[in-house]
């Protein structure tokens, strides 16, 4: 393929960052789990221990997947690690893929490479070897650190390349979505609403205990069973079996289709605006309307699932001796957890597109008009804040319908809101951290993001990691405490809502002051 | 009161000093030719001027108002095409010009209908499918389609094809007839011919040249070409005069050189003199006198006569 090596490099020059830090943070977490639980479960008889709480029940399946050979450490490891693994792995492969061929594309980049004398198919093969050099990292370094903590060889070499391996399906999953979508954006919403499917199909079949394991590549990192006597070989063929499958239909829609364009042609659109929309929000409502449904549907259909899901998880739990009701409001304080960490991702993921239309030029032209630039961050602020809280409010009804549901009892149905909106402040504070860094620098709201993946972090691994209070502390969504497990934290709340408002006013000078990106 | 006036305008970015003390007026009523080499700070000039940058030093203002301060109030009576027209890519081209047009408030949907017609403009094709032309050709019909005071045009006409040219040189026109005042960017010289009652040259960050075009013109040279009997006297001797080369040729004596309007009658009165077979008078072009204007410090110098 000509000029296939030239274009590698150039994907890995530009975007060095992108290959080694994902590979590197999945590393941090397996490491840090597997020293962490390497000290918890030091003796056999409380490996046991764990192992038999599991026994009999999938309850906790529908979070952290299927667990298998729980009476050694490596695979305490493994269903432990389920819970971020499913989400984090998928999701990664997703944005790599996409980031790596749909995104280059967009820029018009492409237009001069495939100009010279450049395979067709050349850049798109590139970028998902790119993409791919993250998950062979992800393995290397897994294997290694896992090797190094005294894990059993073989075992730590399939983990780690069970980790590889599902990021790799998506990969080839995300390059499919890639090439058939008109633009990244298109592209980043399909694949996320894929792996949303993926993930609540696997939550189902886990929790309900179904035998289809091998429909859905999200039930193959479990089914692997890496560190089983005699571990199954078909996971591996699936997965290879999905990826070369998707990776050949991606290149066969890539030699189908214009450069540029998705595989629907682009539809004509009305020759003039509708006549309400005249004011900058209106306009910034109609730019993000798309991605915003796209959250509240997803985000509400997560909230139901776990909702529903909630009956069975804590009966895990009250085999270990709690009380019932304790029980299921520690599961529920769980999921409206990450309901908020959701809300608070959708804010940020708005405040990216709001930054990328002044990278892209749009806003100094629009502010070219009277519109004062306190007007324009006031009408992004609105749009990003109100639809988070939508979102938010969408959610914790959901959560309360599935508990409802789950539970056969209506009377469930008003438990999700409270203690959904008790995060209010929580998500109010990360968005406005997300819109302050926006002020001040366009390019670099993607920080934020760390703040959530470290949220997630705390929310389901903070007990595992044995992460001291400070470090807990650093995720707004821990200051709250666990409603409706804990009360509310009225002060803490009380600070976070001071606090953002705080930075929003210092935000808006900065926004003020600064030069706009060219435009 | 000027419709645009900038004094000693500075701004650096990093290590690169994009404007350099860069003086500009623009008087009400008049279209404004601004020209200048990639990069010389013409589109830099023009973020100034809508409030988009703050300038290390030096001041701005439009009708008086103060660029940064007072930015929306200037923005009410002004309305701008960018160099680089960055669209929403999910809409419309027409949803484009409505909202830009209402942004800027006093859209008038007749104008803006005709306009679309003039331009030969498809109002319904999404936005990522126009090629550059196209994109330009929102820009402009968003701007023209409003009433302003003051258009600001930032290379309105790069990638339109010569008919469209033509057709924004009539909008330009129409605008000029109504009295508003237009600053315009370009590099098409033919443009700023056609329509610019001053220009302003622009270079590393300053105007180098400003004036009516016939003040330019009357700064460049005009070349001389004569084949005469005998060699023309003293015409070495005369001031002004640069190039001179003289050739001796089956048919008589070539003589050519390049001389400034000072010297030009008493240097044509030489020639005239030698009694020429043959004698040409070039008046300067435009190319040539941007060029002379483009290129470096000294050479400028030496096309100006002392």
């Known amino acids: 393929m000509t000029g296939y090596w030239r274009l590698v490099a150039i994907s890995l020059r530009t975007a060095p960052a992108q290959v080694l830090g994902w590979a590197l943070a999945v590393c941090a977490l397996v490491t840090s789990s597997a020293s962490a639980i390497g000290d918890k479960y030091a003796e056999q008889a409380s490996r046991d221990a764990y192992a038999a709480t599991y026994v009999g029940t999938q309850s906790s399946a529908a979070l952290q997947g299927r667990g298998y050979n729980l009476e050694t450490l490596g695979g305490i490891l493994a269903n432990e690690l389920g819970y971020l693994t499913l989400i984090m792995l998928p999701l990664i492969g997703l944005h790599l893929a996409i980031r790596f061929t749909r995104s280059v594309e967009d820029t018009g980049r492409l237009d001069i490479l495939t100009a010279g004398s450049v395979h067709r198919l050349a850049p798109a093969a590139a970028g998902l070897t790119a993409a791919a050099l993250t998950a062979v990292l992800t393995f290397l370094l897994s294997a290694a650190a896992l090797v190094t903590l005294d894990y059993p060889v073989a075992?730590?070499?399939?983990?780690?390349?069970?980790?590889?391996?599902?990021?790799?399906?998506?990969?080839?999953?995300?390059?499919?979505?890639?090439?058939?979508?008109?633009?990244?954006?298109?592209?980043?919403?399909?694949?996320?609403?894929?792996?949303?499917v993926s993930y609540l199909a696997r939550a189902v079949v886990d929790a309900r205990g179904v035998d289809l394991t091998w429909v859905?590549?999200?039930?193959?990192?479990a089914e692997i069973r890496p560190f089983a006597a005699q571990p199954p070989l078909w996971p591996w063929l699936a997965v290879a079996a999905t990826a070369s499958v998707s990776f050949a239909a991606a290149a066969v829609v890539a030699t189908r289709r214009d450069q540029g364009a998705g595989l629907v042609p682009p539809h004509p659109g009305p020759a003039a605006a509708p006549s309400w929309m005249t004011k900058p929000l209106h306009v910034l409502v109609r730019l993000t309307l798309g991605v915003c449904l796209g959250w509240t549907v997803g985000g509400s259909l997560f909230a139901f699932s776990f909702g529903y899901l909630t009956k069975q998880i804590s009966v895990l739990s009250a085999i270990s001796g709690a009380t019932r009701?304790?029980?299921?409001?520690?599961?529920?304080?769980?999921?409206?957890?990450?309901?908020?960490?959701?809300?608070?991702?959708?804010?940020?993921?708005?405040?990216?597109?709001?930054?990328?239309?002044?990278?892209?030029?749009?806003?100094?032209?629009?502010?070219?008009?009277?519109?004062?630039?306190?007007?324009?961050?006031?009408?992004?602020?609105?749009?990003?804040?109100?639809?988070?809280?939508?979102?938010?409010?969408?959610?914790?009804?959901?959560t309360g319908l599935g508990l409802a549901a789950g539970f056969g009892d209506v009377g469930y149905l008003d438990d999700g809101v409270p203690a959904t909106l008790a995060y209010t402040p929580a998500v109010l504070l990360l968005a406005v951290i997300a819109l302050a860094l926006q002020s001040v620098n366009p390019r670099v709201v993607t920080v934020t993001w760390l703040?959530?993946?470290?949220?997630?972090?705390?929310?389901?691994?903070?007990?595992?990691?044995?992460?001291?209070?400070w470090a807990r502390r650093l995720s707004p969504v821990h200051w709250v405490g666990a409603v409706p497990r804990d009360a509310w934290d009225r002060p803490a709340a009380l600070v976070m809502t001071l606090l953002a408002l705080a930075l929003a006013a210092v935000a808006v000078l900065a926004f003020q002051r600064r030069d706009l990106r060219a435009g | 009161m000027h419709a645009i006036e900038a004094e000693a305008l500075c701004k650096r970015f990093g290590r690169t000093q994009a404007l350099d003390g860069l003086d500009l007026a623009v008087r009400q009523g008049e279209v404004h030719g601004f020209l200048g080499p990639n990069g010389a700070g013409k589109s830099t000039t023009i973020r100034?001027?809508?409030?988009?940058?703050?300038?290390?030093?030096?001041?701005?203002?439009?009708?008086?108002?103060?660029?940064?301060?007072?930015?929306?109030?200037?923005?009410?009576?002004?309305?701008?095409?960018?160099?680089?027209?960055?669209?929403?890519?999910?809409?419309?081209?027409?949803?484009?010009?409505?909202?830009?047009?209402?942004?800027?408030?006093?859209?008038?949907?007749?104008?803006?209908?005709?306009?679309?017609?003039?331009?030969?403009?498809?109002?319904?094709?999404?936005?990522r499918t126009y090629s550059k032309g196209n994109r330009q050709k929102v820009a402009l019909v968003a701007a023209l389609s409003v009433d302003a005071d003051l258009y600001l045009f930032d290379e309105p006409t790069s990638g339109l094809?010569?008919?469209?040219?033509?057709?924004?040189?009539?909008?330009?026109?129409?605008?000029?007839?109504?009295?508003?005042?237009?600053?315009?960017?370009?590099?098409?010289?033919?443009?700023?011919?056609?329509?610019?009652?001053?220009?302003?040259?622009?270079?590393?960050?300053?105007?180098?040249?400003?004036?009516?075009?016939?003040?330019?013109?009357?700064?460049?040279l005009t070349t001389v070409t004569a084949i005469t009997g005998t060699a023309i006297a003293r015409l070495a001797d005369l001031d002004g005069i640069v190039?001179?080369?003289?050739?001796?040729?089956?048919?008589?004596?070539?003589?050519?050189?390049?001389?400034?309007?000072?010297?030009?009658?008493?240097?044509?009165?030489?020639?005239?003199?030698?009694?020429?077979?043959?004698?040409?008078?070039?008046?300067?072009?435009?190319d040539e006198l941007f060029l002379t204007n483009y290129r470096t410090d000294t050479a400028v110098t030496e096309g100006t006569p002392a």
């Open chain 2, 161 to 220: 094809d010569p008919l469209m040219e033509d057709v924004f040189q009539q909008c330009v026109r129409e605008l000029k007839d109504a009295g508003r005042t237009v600053l315009l960017s370009s590099h098409i010289l033919s443009e700023v011919e056609a329509l610019c009652d001053r220009v302003s040259i622009v270079r590393r960050g300053a105007v180098v040249r400003e004036g009516t075009l016939a003040d330019l013109r009357s700064h460049t």
């Open chain 1, 216 to 221: 859905n590549p999200e039930s193959w990192l």
């Open chain 2, 48 to 127: 100034a001027l809508l409030g988009q940058i703050t300038l290390d030093s030096g001041r701005a203002r439009i009708f008086g108002l103060d660029c940064r301060r007072q930015s929306v109030q200037a923005h009410r009576r002004l309305t701008y095409v960018p160099g680089d027209v960055a669209l929403w890519p999910g809409l419309s081209g027409g949803s484009c010009i409505d909202i830009l047009g209402r942004l800027q408030g006093g859209l008038d949907p007749k104008r803006r209908d005709a306009l679309v017609e003039r331009f030969e403009l498809d109002p319904t094709k999404r936005t």
């Open chain 1, 451 to 469: 703040a959530v993946g470290w949220g997630i972090v705390v929310c389901l691994r903070a007990d595992l990691l044995d992460l001291p209070e």
């Open chain 1, 155 to 196: 075992g730590s070499l399939r983990y780690a390349g069970s980790l590889a391996a599902l990021m790799l399906a998506f990969t080839g999953i995300g390059a499919l979505v890639a090439q058939c979508c008109r633009d990244a954006r298109t592209s980043y919403v399909l694949a996320v609403a894929c792996w949303m």
């Open chain 1, 325 to 398: 009701s304790d029980n299921i409001d520690a599961t529920v304080s769980l999921f409206v957890q990450m309901n908020a960490l959701l809300a608070a991702a959708a804010a940020i993921q708005l405040t990216q597109w709001l930054a990328a239309e002044e990278t892209s030029g749009r806003v100094g032209y629009a502010l070219a008009s009277p519109v004062s630039r306190r007007r324009w961050w006031g009408a992004t602020a609105a749009l990003v804040t109100a639809w988070s809280l939508v979102l938010l409010i969408c959610m914790g009804v959901c």
């Open chain 2, 243 to 286: 190039d001179l080369t003289v050739e001796q040729q089956p048919d008589g004596v070539h003589t050519r050189f390049r001389v400034g309007r000072a010297a030009l009658a008493s240097a044509v009165g030489q020639v005239a003199a030698a009694d020429p077979t043959a004698l040409t008078v070039e008046p300067p072009s435009l």
